[in-house]
Antibody, heavy 119, light 107 residues
Framework: QLVESGGGLVQPGTSLRLSCAAS????????MHWVRQGPGKGLEWVAS????????DYADSVRGRFTISRDNAKNSLHLQMNSLRVEDTALYYC??????????????WGQGTLVTVSS | SSELTQDPAVSVALGQTLKITCQGD??????GGWYQQKPGQAPLLVMY??NRPSGIPDRFSGSSSGTTISLTITNVQAEDEADYYC???????????FGGGTRLTVL
């Protein structure tokens, strides 16, 4: 199970830190992702962190502003979001990867946390 | 813009068979997944490669040909009405991409 938290209403240019608490599995054993969905829009992959190396990658739209990290001791995933823009407004999902092949299959999702960036 | 292309919307009569497609160059190298999303709910993985997660009805099946993957739903039910998204790695293999989604309406 994945439970996101930390969303809210913030002004452009400010920061926010999202968290995702995992239970029932150890997230250090799986690649993990953040995926967002803007109002009335489709799914957009945001960032991922590899289970083995801890290497991270980002969508071009957030690279340099967002940082994904994990706390193995607390079995939690985080997304530090800086320099937020209006277009970052979305429901942010935390998702677990099956991590069985080089392909990416997200087999467990949280219910999402809403981030609204507005002045 | 998405590297995976889906038809925005399709409709099918109850009990009929439907095929939803997803096209992208990266699908030649990385088999895609399919997700079902109903209003107000998180996405649900319904197909990965040619495999169904446990609990997904066998009315759902997946196939692939070249740069296109397909999700076939036989004997479509009212509860299948949802948005369907495909995903894969991008052409570099490092990032993840989603298709724009296909809205399925059951008539």
């Amino acid at each position: 199970q994945l439970v996101e938290s930390g969303g809210g209403l913030v002004q452009p240019g400010t920061s926010l830190r999202l968290s995702c608490a995992a239970s029932g599995f150890s997230l250090r054993e799986f690649d993990m992702h953040w995926v967002r969905q803007g109002p009335g829009k489709g799914l957009e992959w945001v960032a991922s962190i590899k289970w083995k190396s801890g290497a991270s990658d980002y969508a071009d739209s957030v690279r340099g502003r967002f940082t994904i990290s994990r706390d193995n001791a607390k079995n939690s995933l985080h997304l530090q979001m800086n320099s937020l823009r209006v277009e970052d407004t979305a429901l942010y999902y935390c998702a677990k990867d099956k991590s069985v092949t080089a392909a990416s299959y997200l087999d467990s999702w949280g219910q999402g946390t809403l981030v609204t960036v507005s002045s | 813009s998405s590297e995976l292309t889906q038809d925005p919307a399709v409709s099918v009569a109850l009990g009929q068979t439907l095929k939803i497609t997803c096209q992208g160059d990266s699908l030649r190298s990385y088999y895609g997944g399919w997700y079902q999303q109903k209003p107000g709910q998180a996405p649900l993985l319904v197909m990965y490669g040619r495999n169904r997660p446990s609990g997904i009805p066998d009315r759902f099946s997946g196939s692939s040909s070249g740069t296109t993957i397909s999700l076939t739903i036989t004997n479509v039910q009212a509860e299948d009405e949802a948005d369907y998204y495909c995903n894969s790695r991008d052409s570099s293999g490092t990032r993840v991409v989603f298709g724009g989604g296909t809205r399925l309406t059951v008539l």
